[in-house]
């Protein structure tokens, strides 16, 4: 049976058709599903999601939900950014996907970002004052955007400038990651 605590919370994750790390979109949006939330993976397009698996391997396809332009970000109680690196270097090109993060921070709603997703982070601005973690190489562009500090940390949430962020390192953090998910969108 289902452990529905999350149910009538809205999460929205935000991809591009391919280059998504497999594990980061797919085992968190199975768990927040099994809670009971309601998880829209928004593409790029409606074209299948082919994620990788270390960047490199073709990993499982996934189905959107439906695109980033069509999405409302106001309809949703959490960001989520899955990385891999094609993924969000290409998602941060995207100038609907950086507003819908934009979107979120102003409205003090939270984003959860593991891996590379901190990159559309940089991209909206919206890591001044933030102590946050990620994947190694984004170290410094973390700092340039004004981040206030990065960690190695399996996960950490920063509640400093208006809203939470949760952030996690690899997929190896993922238990941890979903783990602050469920925690924010439950007390929340």
Request: overall charge negative; hydrophobic content about 40%.
């Amino acid at each position: 049976m289902a452990d529905t605590q999350l149910d009538g919370r809205r999460v929205l994750i935000l991809v591009t058709n391919y280059g998504v790390e497999q594990d980061e979109l797919l085992v968190p949006l199975k768990k927040l599903r099994e809670r009971g939330a309601d998880v829209t993976v928004a593409a790029q397009s409606t074209d299948a999601v082919q994620t990788l698996v270390g960047d490199k391997d073709p990993g499982e396809t996934v189905q959107p939900d439906t695109t980033i332009d069509a999405v409302d970000p106001s309809a949703y109680d959490l960001l989520l950014v899955p990385g891999g690196t094609l993924n969000v270097d290409t998602l941060r090109l995207d100038d609907k996907a950086v507003r819908a993060a934009a979107v979120f921070t102003e409205a003090g709603r939270p984003v959860a970002a593991i891996c590379h997703g901190p990159w559309l982070l940089v991209e909206a601005g919206v890591l001044r004052d933030k102590t946050l973690t990620s994947y190694p190489s984004l170290r410094t562009d973390i700092r340039n955007a004004g981040a206030k500090e990065w960690v190695d940390e399996p996960v950490k949430r920063c509640t400093a400038a208006g809203y939470t962020l949760i952030t996690s390192r690899t997929p190896k953090d993922l238990d941890d990651f979903v783990g602050a998910i469920d925690e924010v969108l439950s007390t929340s």
